[in-house]
């Protein structure tokens, strides 16, 4: 397989970082079942940090660098044409976000109705159901950070991004030390200003927190900020030209490295007083990510740009090059194949139950059946992924 022809000035790690993270964020997302699920693809319940707690703030991190990257075609200088821009793409990503959210509902409660209802009265009580669809999610979660930190870069002095980030996580931990933030129940703060915000209706339950709700969106947006930084201490550097690309390669290298080493000993020594919490978001959980996500980089960096060694991140590229758009395909075909269903001997059964309760559980077992289902569905995804990277079509959310 031919890899296409890429910018020699463009960091290919990037992409491959960004497409590691949509990869496993798919990965984990769809287990052949919730109940036996492979130990290193489980999110913590509480404190704590598991690999799968890592997917989605080096995704987050990448799209600070992102960020960086695509405001500096404006030299960073605020219009409202711009604006119009940041916003509008806002807009989209979090209806995107929502709309995933109405279909979900919509499949599962039609194939699922209630009682016996004629068609139209099906249809139409499976097309109402805004009344219980989640407001927040990652979806929405990206577009928000992504407008606040594109409006920072945009009005805020870039020297003074990193006192405005101090400040956020600063003054969340002494949100969340003052209103219980670290209680997995709904006397913590950020459950209580999320029931009374956005309704338990329109949350995600587990015990009164949702792990993408309204205050936890502060530190996310210092998370998107720290990866804004990190972009500009890597690319803003204007004394390149007269350096070979192999120098400023390792010039990265050095800066990511320090940085990496920097956050990650910072957030962990910290953590004995802020516990890592990916559900509350915790300034902790912020830093030690991000300080992963920027070794990782260096790594790759060091790997792929400066080594050379590029076949094997071919699958990684697919995703990495139209994340958006793979993360919610994923969503839509995990939806659809659980509300699907297929002639199966005197009954009818779901795409899902047909290759997991048919196929891969009966061969491999509970919970190595459950991972071979979910990597077989990331190797779906990824086949449509590769045929669009083959064309060159890049489709941008």
Known sequence: ???????????????????????????????????????????????????????????????????????????????????????????????????????????????????????????WASVGIFD??????????????????????????????????????????????????????????????????????????????????????????????????VGRMMLGDKNTASRSREEVLQSHLVKLFLTGTILTFSGLLLSYGCPLNKKVWSPTFVLTTCGLASSLLALLIWIIDVKGYRHWSLFFESFGVNPLFMYVLSDVLGILFGSIYLPWDDGSISIHSLIYDKITQPIFGDTVGSLVYALLFVAINWCIGYQLYKRKIYIKI
């Open 1 to 123: 397989m031919n890899r296409p022809q890429t910018n020699s000035k463009r960091i290919l790690a990037l992409d491959i970082l960004r497409g590691i993270t949509i990869a496993g964020m798919i990965l984990v997302n769809n287990p052949g079942t919730w109940g036996h699920i492979y130990a290193p693809l489980r999110h913590a319940e509480w404190n704590g940090l598991t690999p799968t707690d890592l997917v989605f703030p080096f995704f987050m991190f990448i799209m600070g660098i992102s960020t960086y990257i695509s405001l500096k075609k404006y030299n960073f200088t605020y219009s409202h044409a711009t604006l119009r821009k940041i916003l509008r793409r806002t807009l989209l990503i979090f209806i995107i976000g929502m709309a995933i959210d109405w279909f979900s509902h919509f499949c599962y409660y039609w194939v699922s109705p209630p009682d016996d209802l004629s068609f139209g009265q099906n249809l």
């Open 132 to 229: 219980r669809i989640r407001i927040l999610g990652v979806m929405q979660r990206l577009a928000l950070c992504y407008c606040a930190a594109s409006i920072v870069a945009l009005i805020m002095k870039h020297s003074h991004i990193p006192y405005l980030i101090v400040t956020l996580l600063v003054g969340y931990f002494v949100l969340l030390m003052c209103g219980n933030g670290f209680a997995y129940n709904e006397s913590n703060i950020l459950s209580i200003v999320d029931r009374a915000v956005l309704t338990p209706e329109h949350m995600y339950k587990d015990n009164g927190i949702d792990p993408e709700g309204l205050l936890s969106t502060i530190p996310s947006i210092a998370h998107v900020l720290l990866g804004f930084c």
